[in-house]
């Protein structure tokens, strides 16, 4: 036999054997990392999901190089094609070549790998737009809290590896092209506004007062990041500016639980309100348990602290840095809840926005109730013990860290 022949035959099948194994990784890291979520339903989830429903044809990325089980065409030297031939009856030139791609694509892929693992460099914003100092304040708290992430997750990421592949990392980022401009939805943290204002600068809208609720969740007016191919987010990752508004996590908490239990809901009581009744509610008689309405705060806590949740998480109250990676994709503008509308216009200016564009101050749902703040987190915190408000600090642990926050309500 041709040694040639042979040689090229193992390095074949060792090629295989490599795209194999990493394909296998990556099918098992997805399997362990959404297996909680798997028991919710595939229904809109009034509008947000940790994950779409097409989130399984994205792990077409990770096999993107190629299937070596398929069968290759070989055309003979006269130009008549041969049909389906075995890659060991091929000539060892075109061999040689097919090998030559595939380990192209396959450096190319750990290539990915290892950009996605490493922290990413902190650039300095773009204030051409900026005439005057009205903004000075507003610039230099901007400047510490991105100098604070990029400190964190330079320390972080040295003991900590990210192994969450890219289209999930980026499935909460929405993409408006006209002002290169990506936005990771933190629900809870302003999202619905902040949609409203992207539907304007992308031309879809005139003014945000007149977006509806369902227009910004249901109306899939904008695109997402893991719409594009790898190419395109790989370079909108490297040179659109990115912004996350984030928020207190227990008042993001409080004020996920008070929109979704508090209230009629169609979906949330349904869903979560009659799982949670069910395992965390003694003697719950049975009107609660076929309604799911009337969850109370305590044990919506016994429900988010459970390890054997009855029901999976979701994003109203999921960690910020499992919903936007902040230690891998490198956020250029950090927005906090606390200080909406200022941080808002003020990037609204550092991007060329139009003049007469402004953050909505306005809530859209259940607009009569206070908003959450301090005193509300403290009301509801009043009855939970002392031994499970630690555990809701260690459950948002890194948010806290990540984004400066201070020590929770040690005291009711």
Avoid at 33 to 38: I, N
Avoid at 127 to 140: G, L, M, S, V, Y
Avoid at 238 to 252: A, N
Avoid at 339 to 349: C, I, K, M
Wanted: glycine residues 4%; aromatic residues 12%; charged residues 25%.
């Amino acid at each position: 036999m041709n040694l040639k022949l042979v040689y090229i035959s193992v390095l074949m099948f060792g090629v295989a054997g490599l795209l194999l194994f990493m394909y296998l990784q990556a099918w098992i890291e997805e399997q362990h990392t959404v297996s909680e979520e798997k028991i919710q339903p595939q229904t809109i989830n009034q509008g947000f999901k940790i994950y779409s429903a097409e989130e399984s044809e994205r792990t077409k990325y990770w096999i993107a190089v190629g299937n070596l089980s398929k069968p290759s065409k070989a055309v003979a030297k006269n130009g008549h094609n041969l049909g389906n031939v075995s890659p060991l009856l091929q000539s060892p030139v075109s061999m040689t070549t097919k090998i030559s791609e595939e380990l192209q694509k396959v450096t190319f892929l750990l290539k990915q790998f290892k950009q996605v693992n490493l922290p990413p460099a902190m650039h300095p914003l773009n204030k051409n737009f900026i005439k005057d100092d009205r903004w000075k304040a507003t610039d230099e708290m901007q400047e510490e809290r991105r100098s604070f992430l990029y400190n964190f997750c330079k320390k972080y990421l040295r003991e900590h590896r990210p192994r969450t592949h890219l289209m999930r990392m980026v499935s909460r980022i929405y993409v408006e092209e006209q002002h290169k401009l990506l936005y990771c939805e933190v629900p809870k943290a302003g999202c619905s506004n902040w949609k409203r204002v992207l539907m304007v600068l992308s031309g879809l809208a005139k003014s945000a007062a007149n977006i509806s609720h369902d227009a910004v969740h249901y109306g899939k007016h904008l695109k997402k990041l893991d719409s594009y191919d790898l190419k395109g987010i790989h370079m909108r990752l490297k040179t659109y500016t990115k912004v996350i508004f984030v928020r207190d996590p227990m008042e993001r908490l409080v004020s996920a639980f008070r929109d979704k239990f508090e209230h009629p809901n169609s979906y949330y009581h349904p869903v979560f309100g009659k799982a949670i009744i069910k395992k965390y509610r003694l003697n719950a008689d049975g009107e609660a348990l076929k309604t799911g309405s009337g969850v109370r705060f305590k044990e919506f806590v016994q429900y988010l602290l459970d390890s054997h949740r009855p029901v999976g998480m979701d994003t109203h109250w999921e960690q910020i840095n499992k919903l936007c990676y902040p230690c891998v994709i490198g956020y250029d503008f950090i927005g906090k809840f606390e200080t909406v509308e200022e941080d808002a216009n003020y990037f609204l200016r550092l991007i060329g926005a139009p003049e007469g564009l402004t953050f909505p101050n306005f809530k859209d749902r259940h607009s009569t109730d206070k908003r959450t703040n301090l005193e509300v987190v403290r009301k509801h915190l009043e009855e939970i013990p002392d031994s499970e408000r630690q555990k809701m600090y260690d459950f948002y642990y890194l948010d806290y860290l990540m984004f400066n926050y201070t020590v929770p309500y040690t005291e009711a």
